[in-house]
């Protein structure tokens, strides 16, 4: 039996509902922002949470200087399409791409965060 259900991601950043509003954009998510607090939630009940951060640096993947600790890995059916998509959202595509079936960017606070062929 259960005890909880899946956590909610949290991720630090410098502005929660700038970044809430890029992942509500790339997801289709609805945002809701609080003062130093954002969240996008799906209707079948996945969220991410924003969280502002004071000083935050944000990582330097896929050196370990300040490492990324975690990434978000988005499915899509066209990594063409999807680029394109990200790109014009605010997310900038890293020089270093290790793969072929997908491919690696930044969001607007610096996280990294992959498009994967479904």
Known sequence: ???????????????????????GALLDWPVKVE???AEIRAEYGDSLGFQQVEGY????WPSQTAPQQ???DVTVDDLDDAERAVL??????HQH?????????LDPAGHPFCLCVA
């Open 1 to 23: 039996m259960a005890i909880a259900r899946f956590p909610q991601t949290v991720l630090d950043c410098p502005d929660p509902a700038s970044l809430a509003t890029f992942y």
């Open 88 to 93: 014009a959202l605010g997310a900038v595509k």
């Open 97 to 105: 791409q290790p793969g072929t079936t997908f491919r690696v960017f």
């Open 35 to 37: 003062d130093d607090w």
């Open 70 to 72: 975690m990434h978000l």
């Open 57 to 60: 640096v944000p990582p330097d």
